[in-house]
């Protein structure tokens, strides 16, 4: 309820004069014989029933609330009493989803408007704004916020504020761009343009910080610019204290070679466009992973170099040299495993302030389970969650990957807000589906959507056997010969697909998906939405052989959608291009960015970082997840939703 409504605005429901006529809701059983005493006392019952709508609302009882107000609108009730019913009844219905009904109930209000005090018409105004956020109408949304600003002072003033800017974080911001070009110098306009400066995933934190202030600049009298809202209050202090020396430990030999040569390029190629530009960056010192033994070798003599030290980036100042470690890591100190103390100790030994990696997932394990770690360390995977909630990672560590997860989850929350409630559900065999699957499926069914069917498919030419029997054109099929055995004679038929679905929740390879999608039609499945994980692009634009996708949607990293400056730069410095590798290379860049910036995150835990790899934000366990930028296939190639 809270989230929707100030609470010093519930506590004004509670607030219900005594009333002196008969005006109901609903036909008038009083009589004018009634005595004033008995009237005195249904006008009490009425004003303990707001209350207890309060409270209820306040606990999120939205049923009970709902049944307090049945209970008053058969009540005499004063004109004015009767607007803060409707207002009541719309924030019930909101809270339970219904907002269809809300806004009926805001409708009403609307046609006796005339009627409303000041304070009702801003409640009314901020219960619009939660209609359209409930319904996913964010631009609407921010823009009502906006309009009602005007009379609101003190702390409801903020919060609508505040609300404002997460409404406009979740639009992308080549939108608000366009929309801001449409309101020039209107303080809606003003809002959208510090949005879009926000949201840009093409910024150094340098970049941020001097959009930022051109903008204060050419728009001194905004509420925004004197307090920037968010997270924007801290990139001041977060540039002033970023770190100047950081090591990054990858994969740089052995079988993820590739992978880590992607996180690494990307990394630096972050690195030099922000030296190139002028701008602070820090020293970096490269170490491969796989140099490290997983054991303490037998005792050896002392030597005068370390080979496991790949050796610093030239930047414009002298980098260290690191000299031959003449001890044996303190792996107890850590309690960690030895490779892992070896790494941490020759990041030291550099003057590193930051770890970045690695990328083994058994590797992050162990550093999630270590007490306490020598830096900050942004791991580039996820550990396992621990069954035991009281067990926090240690408050060093910060977690950041590709998590299909998480994409699983937008594309349930995407589904969900087109209006689907019953999925059909395509995910490969294997450890990895099942762990998509169980997210999407926690994540839909907390939504309120329903599964009719789920199937795990094995890899397999002919996908045709499946896809019949997740459709039930077998039954179709069957049922006829059934019939015609009974009549006993031919009769016209027409096979169909199950009627109780509404989309299709996809995982699967481009290879895979080419196939699947062809057979879904073949099967009179061609009218059904089909979602996607991003895996069913391959990262390459290829029209000719992604036909067979079109009307997919699926979610995917900004740095595959839209080709920025720095992606072309490193399209073209990597032989054959970034091919199936450029996720890793987007997530090489946001590795780089995040460390001056995770602190932002942690600090504003309703704040995201715009980054190539999608919106990025940080739980309770640090652990970054991402929101991705949706899309669909439209003539084999994928086409942003927002301008279709």
Known sequence: MQGYLPEFWLRRFATVAVISGCIGLSACSTTPQQDDRAFLESALDNNQRFELVVENLNAGEFRNAGLQLQLLEGSSLSPSQQLDWLLLSARVAIG??????????????????????????QQAGWLTAAVYEADGQFLQAARERDFISGVLVGDIK???????????????????LSWAEKSPDTRFGGWLQLAAISKSNTYTLDEHLAAIMAWRNANPGHPASMQLPGSLSMLEDIAANRPTRVALLLPLTGRLERTGAAIRDGFMAAYFAALSKGYLVPAITLLDSEQYPAEAPAPQPAFTQNPLLLGDVPVAEPTVTVDAMS?????????????????????????????????????????????????????????????????????????FGLAAEDEAVQIAERAWQDGHRRAL????????????????????????????????????????????????????????????????????????????????????????ARQIKPTLAFNFAADLPVYATSHVFSGAVDPKRDRDLNGIRFCDAPWLLRHTELYNDVEKSVKGGQGSYARLYAMGVDSYRLIARVKQLEAFPESQIFGTTGALTLDDQRRIHRRTECTRFRSGEPVQLAIE
Do not use: C, H
């Open 158 to 176: 903020q919060s609508n504020q505040e609300r404002l800017w997460l409404d406009l974080m979740q639009i992308p911001d080549g939108e608000l």
């Open 96 to 121: 339970e989803g219904d907002t269809v009904l809300a806004q009926s109930y805001l409708d009403q209000f609307s046609a006796r408007i005339d009627s409303a005090t000041p304070q009702q018409e």
């Open 425 to 512: 559900v395509m995910i490969p065999e294997g450890n990895w589906g099942e762990r998509i699957f169980a997210a999407f499926e926690q994540r839909w069914l907390e939504l309120g959507g329903e599964i009719g069917e789920n199937r795990f498919y094995a890899p397999q030419k002919d996908f045709n056997p499946e896809i019949k029997a997740l459709l039930n054109v077998e039954d179709s099929q069957q049922r006829y010969k059934t019939m015609r055995s009974l009549l006993r004679q031919s009769t016209e038929f027409e096979p169909r697909r199950r009627e109780d679905v509404d989309w299709v929740f996809l995982v699967a390879l481009p290879a895979q």
């Open 327 to 399: 001890v044996t890591p303190p792996a107890e100190v850590y309690n960690l495993p030895y490779n892992l103390s070896r790494a941490y100790a020759d990041a030291q030994r550099a003057g590193a302030q930051w770890l970045v990696g690695p990328v083994s997932k058994p590797d992050v394990q162990a550093l999630q389970t270590a007490p306490m770690l020598p830096m900050p360390t942004l791991a580039l995977n996820y550990g396992d969650r621990s069954d035991d909630e009281g067990q926090i990672p240690s408050a060093n560590l910060y977690q």
